[in-house]
């Protein structure tokens, strides 16, 4: 057989077993591009939704004709398909203008990654070896579909636990329908970057339980506490956007921008000034800062509008935060604190921003209510140039709000054998990596006698799954999204699979849908619908009579120029929903010291992990573009390290590279250090991310993983795990360590180069 | 008609976030070199953004600065290359072609920006990291000096979409991988040439500067200081 | 000294072209495996990639350029310091010429290749020369690596028959005595030579042109080789005082390699009666000369640099002068001013071991001193952000030897086909220094010579 015959027939094999094997979304991709339009050599445009971190970005994929080895029925094969080639940001998209940050950019590494599982898999080894068969993806349900039970009559509720990635889109929705139809607990969300916190206090400060917006682009004065908002943070994309407008995009004002952390992340690098605080005590200096504002009668207190009982009682000032005080807790200057507190109220509109490290210690809530009070004190709240919540899309269908469990709970439930946990889904969480040791994950999820995972690729969690039922690539799916934050309109973004399945793979809630319908009776009256294309076509119906950006007089109409568009958004007037009037919110005013895990007499640093610019919790670290994107800051690739102030390196005798052993109460690690300027004496800074042990060739085996020295400490009110609040103790190995360092120095023209 | 393709940088815009860097990687079918060429300095980015420390601790500062080539109006490159793989082409870009480069590295000597990266080896990809490649870019063999081309392929094809239909070309109808994908919108590209369109408008402003001047490459590339 | 009669000289001069020792053979073997294993490693880079040598962004020349900069300078050794001696007559000159002309030639084949040892794709090194071809573009000529490839050819061809010339009659003596294949070969060498008076004078004209026409030759090879540095914009490389002072460095290097030839031929080949302590130290002061005069230009250097206090340069010069470099770059002080100047300036120790002791520290120091100009100014050039290292691989460090090895090797072989030392040059000499009675001088064939009426004044 020749080359020709044989793509002649494996094209046309594998377009069957596409159609097959895949719910059928191509014929909603044949009506909207044609496959057979694609002129080889010339582009087309596709548009999409980015998934690569929770922002949900709107992009233009763009499709090319090639050739691609595809796996059809576990078999490969060569066809001639659209690929996508490149990924842009969408112009019209509110969240982030057709702009697009690195993690979006590198996309295609993950559809194209070769680590990537390419049809269902069935443990044949030991759990956690590895060691997999393919089977077919009618064995694949079938398997998963014994393994459901559906809630007893008794009112005992179904062993079956759910743990995914936070999804606000309607695949989070379908899980719900489907957990609530087998009598199960509701889905457990896990990302190691929980926002936890700040939701908590933005709901009881403002009402919104979500995350905030800044109209940076119209704001002459940021303060940030901690967050690194133009790099891992909320909606990087719309932040960078918005600060670029604030800097340059007004001819007649440029706003500045004070960055408040112990540690010089990315977003600290820009700002005008940079201030150190002692990690915990932000919550003391943005009250500071109010202390000021007030007794030297800079704002007037109806400025807070709708936000005016955060600060109630506030017109006495803040007796317990003078400068001097604050000064002895934070370590910030008393002047320093008066010039800022000055310089804010004097460039109205002023914003303060509160993210990161800061929620992050056991009084992180408490900082989170104090900088949104301060917010409340600016006059900020739903102002121009202030913070704005993003409005939902007008989508009935999408409220399913339960309250669920954390992955620690879960865990502890799995070890005491109460609530029973017999079967455990999981899709794109990864809480063996991203979580501390006390929690005992691995245990735990050990005694659960199945675990089926949904995902693309195999990491330290889902290599304990007895069954993997991949799922589809986001530029091979069906994909929506509903941004959190980083618009002032409400959206909802949507896009057709830019390309065909490369791999033999299924997309996880049609995956759902084939099981409920496998099982029959109330679990397929509970999720009627035949592919996850049509869940969202009927959702989408309910948007045609709202005013927004696409208008159609037919349903269908209305479904094709929304796929087109890219999404729907409301025309409306820029501004969050009318705040809710609060009854009673929690007083600001009482901050709690923050606790740590460790002696400082005997673990002397504090141990700052933070959010990689490269791999983000380490979701990125199996991709080679962000491996080999030099960290912007230290400019490391391919590897990890501890940043260390160069005075504290020098009195431990440590130089750059040197294998340094970082312990707390709960493990060590070791790795090289980084002498960098931009960390206080005191502590120590760790990019989360690399230390994978399972997760494709170019992650597996490289660096170390910070989380895994943290101690379980929580933040009361929310129960969240306060990342920041270990203390550890840094030894010299006496050997160095791998450090590959993009940048040749550290400084431009040191001073010593000239002699005069 | 004559022009001068040129691009601005604003300095006081640009937050470090290296979307450009990943984006050129895209656009332009740059190799990774994996960990071992990458220790050994070998990395292909045609795109870095330098940072540079300022004071210490405390007080400490950082400066971000991406740069490409600069497609110098007076490049050192072009005069050294024996073989004219490097030259300049009529709309000012300093083009490379890669058939005719037969290494002997020494435009990335003569290059003050070092610019200019070399195939050590021939790139690898492993399949099916294969089919991200830009069928419009051609992939370099070992032995051959490559470098920004401000995403020539981009530029030829608006050329030519422009000499079909018989369109001017609009200011800002072509962008650059990195220029496009920019989340603060730091970098614009067009034409010097033109005085109305938006990047000469730019590199009038008295935040103009460039890089080296005092090489005297005369860039291309015009940065605009940041005000702080 | 007791002269040698004519016979004598003749014996022992040409005893190397008669008898090969097994220790001949023994050397001839070390050295031909490191040449074969430097063979190997180039196979292997060109097979895997230039990726195996240490070179990197933004060093992007390292060992091989050095090497090349180096065999280049070594080459000076011998045509131009013979040229210079023959134009300015020099009697003592005439053990010493034919050596130093070989150098030239085999370090010039040397260096030479190293431009294409170093390409990213060496099969198509015959792009840098300028042929009608069908892609219809001439060479850059602009670049200096294209002046360099002119230079070289053009020096090359020069030296060869700088070299070939003067050999001619001594290619017809020891056709007249070889016997067999050799005297063929002999035969065509010696071009139909019989000493007739035309001949001879001939022969006189064409070694004075070409004396003359090798000295601009000399100066400007090595001058362009300087101007691959120079021209480009890089700190430190971007110097007027390039041109000279690569070309005193040339000379400089040379007549040190001159010397270590020089005292290996005579212990190996035992010329004590020719190559005798006088020459070493004539020779040992001019490269005293040399070394001072090396001294000047460096001192200029980076006095000039270190005044100017231009950071791009002060950045490259710190890393010589207490950075990464500071070890090498005294080292380098140490070999080729210190040394010298201890040894050759004091009579005493102006032996032949004192020249020779001296002259391979200026080997080495020269060496280093190639590496030290091209490898810091790449490593720190400009952008602070791209600064890089460099170290080499075991690729160049082979490559690196093994033309070391091949140097050898090439002037053993020549040693074995070619008098080592001019004959009738020597016994022209010995006639009119007088110190040798006039019979002496009948050669192989001496009723020709001696007709020959331009004999009497060669190079008069």
Same mark, same amino acid.
């Given at each position: 057989?020749?080359?020709?015959?044989?793509?002649?027939?494996?094209?046309?094999g594998s377009t069957t077993a596409a159609l097959d094997a895949c719910g059928k979304p191509e014929h909603h991709l044949i009506r909207f591009i044609p496959e057979e339009?694609?002129?080889?050599?010339?582009?087309?445009?596709k548009p999409g939704v980015c998934t690569q971190c929770r922002a949900g970005c709107g992009i233009r994929v763009?499709v090319?004709?090639?050739? $691609?080895?595809v796996t059809r029925k576990s078999?490969?094969?060569?066809?001639?398909m659209g690929?996508a080639?490149?990924?842009?940001?969408n112009?019209?998209h509110?969240v982030?203008?057709?702009?697009?940050?690195?993690?979006?950019?590198?996309g295609?590494?993950v559809t194209?990654?070769?680590?990537r599982i390419r049809f269902p898999l069935k443990?044949?080894?030991?759990?956690?070896?590895?060691?997999?068969?393919?089977i077919s993806w009618d064995d694949a349900i079938a398997e998963l579909a014994s393994h459901l039970p559906v809630a007893g009559s008794?009112?005992?509720p179904s062993p079956v636990a759910f743990l995914t990635q936070p999804l606000r889109d309607h695949r989070g929705a379908l899980i719900e329908k489907f957990l609530a139809a087998l009598g199960a607990p509701p889905a457990i969300h896990f990302e190691?970057?929980?926002?936890?916190?700040?939701?908590?206090?933005?709901?009881?400060?403002?009402?919104?339980?979500q995350?905030?917006?800044?109209?940076?682009?119209?704001?002459?004065?940021?303060?940030?506490?901690?967050?690194?908002?133009?790099?891992?943070?909320?909606? %990087?994309?719309?932040?960078?956007?918005?600060?670029?407008?604030?800097?340059?995009?007004?001819?007649?004002?440029?706003?500045?921008?004070?960055?408040?952390?112990?540690?010089?992340?990315?977003?600290?690098?820009?700002?005008?000034?940079?201030?150190?605080?002692? %990690?915990?005590?932000?919550?003391?200096?943005?009250?500071?800062?109010?202390?000021?504002?007030?007794?030297?009668?800079?704002?007037?207190?109806?400025?807070?509008?709708?936000?005016?009982?955060?600060?109630? &009682?506030?017109?006495?000032?803040?007796?317990?935060?003078?400068?001097?005080?604050?000064?002895?807790?934070?370590?910030?200057?008393?002047?320093?604190?008066?010039?800022?507190?000055?310089?804010?109220?004097?460039?109205?509109?002023?914003?303060?921003?509160?993210?990161?490290?800061?929620?992050?210690?056991?009084?992180?809530?408490?900082?989170?209510?104090?900088?949104?009070?301060?917010?409340?004190?600016?006059?900020?709240?739903?102002?121009?140039?202030?913070?704005?919540?993003t409005p939902r899309p007008p989508m009935p269908s999408l409220s399913t709000s339960r309250n669920s469990a954390?992955?620690?709970?879960?865990?502890?439930?799995?070890?005491?054998?109460?609530?029973?946990v017999e079967t455990l889904l999981v899709f794109n969480a990864?809480?063996?990596?991203?979580?501390?040791?006390?929690?005992?994950?691995?245990?735990?999820?050990?005694?659960?006698?199945f675990i089926a995972s949904f995902g693309s690729f195999?990491?330290?969690?889902s290599?304990?799954s007895d069954l993997i039922l991949p799922d589809h690539s986001y530029l091979e799916s069906w994909v929506d999204n509903i941004p959190e934050?980083?618009?002032?309109e409400a959206v909802v973004s949507l896009a057709s699979p830019a390309m065909l399945p490369l791999h033999h793979t299924r997309p996880m809630p049609d995956v759902l849908l084939d099981v409920a319908h496998r099982l029959g009776g109330d679990m397929a009256r509970a999720v009627p619908w035949k592919t996850y294309a049509g869940v969202l076509q009927a959702a989408f119906e309910e948007l045609r009579s709202h005013p927004g950006s696409v208008t159609a007089k037919t349903d269908d109409d209305f479904w094709t120029a929304v796929q087109t568009k890219g999404g729907w958004w409301s025309?409306?007037?820029?501004?969050?929903?009318?705040?809710?009037?609060?009854?009673?919110?929690?007083?600001?005013?009482?901050?709690?010291?923050?606790?740590?895990?460790? $002696?400082?007499?005997?673990?002397?640093?504090?141990?700052?992990?933070?959010?990689? !610019?490269?791999?983000?919790?380490?979701?990125?670290?199996?991709?080679?573009?962000?491996?080999?994107?030099?960290?912007?800051?230290?400019? $490391?690739?391919?590897?990890?390290?501890?940043?260390?102030?160069?005075?504290?390196?020098?009195?431990?005798?440590?130089?750059?590279?040197?294998?340094?052993?970082?312990?707390?109460?709960?493990?060590?690690?070791?790795?090289?250090?980084?002498?960098?300027?931009?960390?206080?004496?005191?502590?120590?800074?760790?990019?989360?991310?690399?230390?994978?042990?399972?997760?494709?060739?170019?992650?597996?085996?490289?660096?170390?993983?910070?989380?895994?020295?943290?101690?379980?400490?929580?933040?009361?009110?929310?129960?969240?795990?306060?990342?920041?609040?270990?203390?550890?103790?840094?030894?010299?190995? /006496?050997?160095?360590?791998?450090?590959?360092?993009?940048?040749?120095?550290?400084?431009?023209?040191?001073?010593?180069?000239?002699?005069? | 008609?004559?022009?001068?393709?040129?691009?601005?940088?604003?300095?006081?815009?640009?937050?470090?976030?290296?979307?450009?860097?990943?984006?050129?990687?895209?656009?332009?079918?740059?190799?990774?070199?994996?960990?071992?060429?990458?220790?050994?300095?070998?990395?292909?980015?045609?795109?870095?953004?330098?940072?540079?420390?300022? /004071?210490?601790?405390?007080?400490?500062?950082?400066?971000?600065?991406?740069?490409?080539?600069?497609?110098?109006?007076?490049?050192?490159?072009?005069?050294?290359?024996?073989?004219?793989?490097?030259?300049?082409?009529?709309?000012?870009?300093?083009? !490379?072609?890669?058939?005719?480069?037969?290494?002997?590295?020494?435009?990335?000597?003569?290059?003050?920006?070092?610019?200019?990266?070399?195939?050590?080896?021939?790139?690898?990809?492993?399949?099916?990291?294969?089919?991200?490649?830009?069928?419009?870019?051609?992939?370099?063999?070992?032995?051959?000096?490559?470098?920004?081309?401000?995403?020539?392929?981009?530029?030829?094809?608006?050329?030519?979409?422009?000499?079909?239909?018989?369109?001017?070309?609009?200011?800002?109808?072509? !962008?650059?991988?990195?220029?496009?994908?920019?989340?603060?919108?730091?970098?614009?590209?067009?034409?010097?040439?033109?005085?109305?369109?938006?990047?000469?408008?730019?590199?009038?402003?008295?935040?103009?500067?460039?890089?080296?001047?005092?090489?005297?490459?005369?860039?291309?590339?015009?940065?605009?200081?940041?005000?702080? | 000294?007791?002269?040698?009669?004519?016979?004598?000289?003749?014996?022992?001069?040409?005893?190397?072209?008669?008898?090969?020792?097994?220790?001949?053979?023994?050397?001839?073997?070390?050295?031909?495996?490191?040449?074969?294993?430097?063979?190997?490693?180039?196979?292997?880079?060109?097979?895997?990639?230039? /990726?195996?040598?240490?070179?990197?962004? %933004?060093?992007?020349?390292?060992?091989?350029?050095?090497?090349?900069?180096?065999?280049?300078?070594?080459?000076?050794?011998?045509?131009?310091?013979?040229?210079?001696?023959?134009?300015?007559?020099?009697?003592?000159?005439?053990?010493?010429?034919?050596?130093?002309?070989?150098?030239?030639?085999?370090?010039?084949?040397?260096?030479?290749?190293?431009?294409?040892?170093?390409?990213?794709?060496? @099969?198509?090194?015959?792009?840098?020369?300028?042929? %009608?071809?069908?892609?219809?573009?001439?060479?850059?000529?602009?670049?200096?690596?294209?002046?360099?490839?002119?230079?070289?050819?053009?020096?090359?061809?020069?030296?060869?028959?700088?070299? @070939?010339?003067?050999?001619?009659?001594?290619?017809?003596?020891?056709?007249?005595?070889?016997?067999?294949?050799?005297?063929?070969?002999?035969?065509?060498?010696?071009?139909?030579?019989?000493?007739?008076?035309?001949?001879?004078?001939?022969?006189?004209?064409?070694?004075?042109?070409?004396?003359?026409?090798?000295?601009?030759?000399?100066?400007?090879?090595?001058?362009?080789?300087?101007?691959?540095?120079?021209?480009?914009?890089?700190?430190?490389?971007?110097?007027?005082?390039?041109?000279?002072?690569?070309?005193?460095?040339?000379?400089?290097?040379?007549?040190?390699?001159?010397?270590?030839?020089?005292?290996?031929?005579?212990?190996?080949?035992?010329?004590?009666?020719?190559?005798?302590?006088?020459?070493?130290?004539?020779? &040992?002061?001019?490269?005293?000369?040399?070394?001072?005069?090396?001294?000047?230009?460096?001192?200029?250097?980076?006095?000039?640099?270190?005044?100017?206090?231009?950071?791009?340069?002060?950045?490259?010069?710190?890393?010589?002068?207490?950075?990464?470099?500071?070890?090498?770059?005294?080292?380098?002080?140490?070999?080729?001013?210190?040394?010298?100047?201890?040894?050759?300036?004091?009579?005493?120790?102006?032996?032949?071991?004192?020249?020779?002791?001296?002259?391979?520290?200026?080997?080495?120091?020269?060496?280093?001193?190639?590496?030290?100009?091209?490898?810091?100014?790449?490593?720190?050039?400009?952008?602070?952000?791209?600064?890089?290292? @460099?170290?080499?691989?075991?690729?160049?460090?082979?490559?690196?030897?093994?033309?070391?090895?091949?140097?050898?090797?090439?002037?053993?072989?020549?040693?074995?086909?070619?008098?080592?030392?001019?004959?009738?040059?020597?016994?022209?000499?010995?006639?009119?220094?007088?110190?040798?009675?006039?019979?002496?001088?009948?050669?192989?064939?001496?009723?020709?010579?001696?007709?020959?009426?331009?004999?009497?004044?060669?190079?008069?």
């Amino acid at each position: 057989m020749d080359r020709r015959s044989f793509l002649k027939i494996s094209a046309v094999g594998s377009t069957t077993a596409a159609l097959d094997a895949c719910g059928k979304p191509e014929h909603h991709l044949i009506r909207f591009i044609p496959e057979e339009d694609l002129i080889p050599g010339v582009a087309v445009w596709k548009p999409g939704v980015c998934t690569q971190c929770r922002a949900g970005c709107g992009i233009r994929v763009r499709v090319m004709q090639g050739e $691609a080895e595809v796996t059809r029925k576990s078999k490969p094969g060569l066809i001639s398909m659209g690929l996508a080639k490149k990924i842009e940001g969408n112009p019209e998209h509110p969240v982030n203008h057709g702009k697009l940050c690195a993690w979006g950019q590198a996309g295609l590494q993950v559809t194209y990654n070769p680590d990537r599982i390419r049809f269902p898999l069935k443990r044949s080894g030991q759990r956690g070896s590895g060691e997999y068969q393919a089977i077919s993806w009618d064995d694949a349900i079938a398997e998963l579909a014994s393994h459901l039970p559906v809630a007893g009559s008794s009112g005992s509720p179904s062993p079956v636990a759910f743990l995914t990635q936070p999804l606000r889109d309607h695949r989070g929705a379908l899980i719900e329908k489907f957990l609530a139809a087998l009598g199960a607990p509701p889905a457990i969300h896990f990302e190691f970057f929980e926002q936890t916190v700040l939701r908590r206090a933005n709901e009881l400060s403002f009402g919104h339980r979500q995350l905030p917006s800044f109209d940076l682009a119209n704001t002459n004065y940021v303060i940030s506490f901690g967050a690194d908002f133009l790099g891992t943070w909320n909606s %990087p994309v719309s932040q960078n956007h918005s600060y670029g407008e604030m800097r340059q995009g007004r001819t007649e004002q440029r706003g500045k921008f004070v960055q408040v952390e112990p540690h010089m992340s990315q977003t600290g690098a820009n700002a005008d000034e940079w201030v150190y605080a002692k %990690p915990g005590t932000e919550g003391w200096l943005a009250l500071g800062l109010a202390h000021v504002m007030i007794s030297e009668r800079l704002r007037p207190a109806q400025a807070a509008g709708n936000a005016g009982a955060l600060i109630e &009682g506030w017109s006495e000032g803040l007796p317990d935060y003078t400068p001097e005080k604050v000064e002895r807790i934070t370590g910030v200057e008393s002047g320093r604190i008066q010039r800022l507190a000055r310089g804010s109220a004097a460039h109205s509109p002023a914003v303060a921003v509160i993210g990161g490290a800061p929620l992050a210690h056991t009084n992180g809530f408490s900082n989170a209510l104090a900088v949104n009070a301060l917010n409340a004190l600016l006059g900020s709240v739903e102002k121009p140039g202030g913070i704005f919540f993003t409005p939902r899309p007008p989508m009935p269908s999408l409220s399913t709000s339960r309250n669920s469990a954390s992955v620690r709970t879960l865990c502890e439930g799995i070890l005491k054998g109460s609530p029973a946990v017999e079967t455990l889904l999981v899709f794109n969480a990864n809480p063996v990596f991203a979580s501390p040791p006390a929690w005992r994950v691995q245990e735990a999820l050990a005694k659960v006698p199945f675990i089926a995972s949904f995902g693309s690729f195999v990491d330290e969690t889902s290599v304990l799954s007895d069954l993997i039922l991949p799922d589809h690539s986001y530029l091979e799916s069906w994909v929506d999204n509903i941004p959190e934050s980083g618009t002032t309109e409400a959206v909802v973004s949507l896009a057709s699979p830019a390309m065909l399945p490369l791999h033999h793979t299924r997309p996880m809630p049609d995956v759902l849908l084939d099981v409920a319908h496998r099982l029959g009776g109330d679990m397929a009256r509970a999720v009627p619908w035949k592919t996850y294309a049509g869940v969202l076509q009927a959702a989408f119906e309910e948007l045609r009579s709202h005013p927004g950006s696409v208008t159609a007089k037919t349903d269908d109409d209305f479904w094709t120029a929304v796929q087109t568009k890219g999404g729907w958004w409301s025309n409306e007037a820029k501004g969050s929903p009318a705040m809710r009037e609060l009854n009673r919110p929690p007083s600001p005013t009482k901050i709690v010291e923050p606790a740590f895990d460790g $002696a400082a007499s005997e673990y002397p640093f504090f141990f700052l992990p933070y959010a990689s !610019q490269q791999f983000s919790d380490g979701t990125h670290a199996n991709l080679p573009w962000m491996q080999e994107m030099p960290d912007v800051i230290s400019t $490391a690739m391919w590897g990890t390290w501890v940043e260390i102030n160069p005075q504290t390196a020098s009195r431990l005798r440590i130089q750059k590279g040197d294998l340094i052993e970082v312990a707390s109460q709960h493990g060590k690690l070791q790795a090289p250090a980084l002498l960098t300027p931009g960390i206080a004496p005191d502590a120590v800074a760790m990019p989360v991310g690399q230390g994978h042990e399972q997760y494709g060739r170019y992650a597996s085996h490289r660096g170390a993983n910070p989380l895994k020295i943290l101690a379980p400490q929580t933040e009361p009110e929310t129960g969240a795990l306060a990342w920041a609040a270990t203390r550890v103790k840094i030894t010299r190995l /006496g050997k160095k360590g791998e450090l590959i360092l993009y940048a040749g120095s550290e400084r431009e023209w040191p001073s010593q180069f000239q002699h005069r | 008609m004559k022009r001068q393709w040129g691009m601005v940088i604003d300095l006081d815009r640009c937050t470090g976030c290296e979307a450009c860097v990943v984006a050129c990687h895209a656009e332009n079918n740059l190799a990774t070199v994996g960990r071992d060429g990458a220790a050994r300095g070998r990395t292909m980015h045609w795109m870095r953004v330098e940072r540079y420390w300022e /004071g210490e601790f405390p007080e400490v500062r950082l400066r971000f600065q991406p740069v490409l080539c600069q497609q110098c109006g007076d490049a050192p490159c072009e005069s050294v290359c024996p073989v004219y793989a490097t030259y300049h082409n009529p709309e000012g870009l300093n083009a !490379q072609v890669y058939n005719r480069c037969i290494g002997t590295r020494y435009c990335g000597n003569a290059c003050p920006y070092n610019a200019r990266v070399f195939n050590f080896f021939n790139p690898v990809w492993d399949k099916p990291l294969d089919l991200q490649l830009n069928p419009d870019v051609s992939v370099r063999s070992v032995g051959i000096m490559e470098k920004c081309t401000f995403c020539i392929q981009r530029i030829k094809q608006v050329e030519i979409r422009s000499q079909e239909s018989k369109q001017p070309i609009a200011d800002g109808e072509i !962008q650059p991988a990195c220029v496009q994908s920019c989340p603060a919108n730091a970098m614009v590209f067009g034409d010097l040439d033109d005085p109305k369109s938006k990047v000469s408008q730019l590199a009038r402003s008295n935040r103009a500067t460039r890089l080296l001047r005092e090489v005297g490459a005369q860039p291309n590339v015009i940065y605009l200081r940041s005000v702080s | 000294m007791v002269a040698p009669s004519v016979e004598q000289l003749n014996q022992e001069i040409l005893r190397p072209l008669a008898r090969t020792s097994w220790r001949y053979y023994l050397t001839a073997g070390i050295l031909g495996a490191i040449v074969i294993a430097a063979i190997a490693a180039f196979i292997y880079q060109v097979y895997a990639g230039i /990726g195996v040598s240490g070179l990197n962004r %933004p060093v992007f020349w390292g060992f091989y350029i050095t090497d090349f900069v180096f065999w280049i300078g070594i080459s000076h050794a011998g045509t131009l310091i013979s040229a210079i001696l023959r134009l300015t007559h020099a009697g003592w000159r005439r053990p010493v010429t034919r050596c130093a002309e070989a150098i030239t030639v085999f370090a010039l084949l040397i260096g030479a290749s190293f431009p294409i040892i170093h390409l990213g794709r060496p @099969y198509l090194f015959f792009w840098l020369l300028p042929y %009608p071809s069908e892609r219809g573009i001439w060479p850059n000529f602009h670049s200096p690596l294209l002046w360099d490839a002119f230079a070289i050819t053009t020096y090359l061809t020069g030296s060869t028959i700088f070299l @070939y010339l003067p050999t001619i009659p001594d290619f017809a003596l020891v056709r007249d005595k070889a016997r067999g294949w050799r005297k063929k070969i002999y035969h065509v060498l010696s071009l139909g030579w019989k000493g007739t008076p035309r001949q001879w004078h001939r022969l006189e004209m064409a070694m004075r042109i070409m004396a003359v026409v090798i000295l601009p030759v000399a100066v400007s090879v090595h001058t362009i080789v300087s101007w691959d540095f120079a021209m480009p914009p890089v700190p430190m490389w971007h110097s007027t005082a390039f041109g000279p002072y690569f070309v005193a460095g040339a000379i400089f290097s040379g007549i040190a390699a001159l010397i270590i030839a020089m005292a290996v031929l005579r212990k190996a080949f035992h010329l004590e009666q020719y190559l005798t302590p006088f020459h070493f130290d004539k020779l &040992g002061k001019l490269l005293l000369l040399m070394s001072l005069v090396w001294g000047y230009f460096i001192v200029a250097e980076r006095m000039t640099v270190w005044y100017g206090n231009e950071s791009p340069e002060m950045a490259v010069y710190w890393s010589s002068a207490q950075g990464r470099f500071t070890h090498l770059f005294w080292f380098m002080v140490f070999c080729n001013l210190l040394v010298p100047f201890f040894i050759l300036s004091i009579k005493h120790f102006r032996t032949i071991t004192g020249t020779v002791i001296a002259s391979i520290t200026v080997v080495i120091g020269m060496w280093l001193e190639r590496f030290l100009i091209i490898v810091p100014s790449l490593e720190r050039k400009y952008l602070p952000y791209t600064w890089g290292s @460099y170290r080499p691989t075991w690729v160049e460090i082979t490559i690196t030897a093994g033309t070391f090895a091949a140097m050898a090797l090439l002037y053993m072989i020549f040693s074995k086909l070619v008098p080592i030392i001019s004959i009738w040059e020597l016994k022209l000499g010995m006639r009119d220094d007088g110190s040798s009675p006039q019979p002496a001088l009948e050669p192989a064939t001496p009723s020709r010579i001696v007709a020959e009426p331009g004999f009497a004044a060669p190079g008069k």
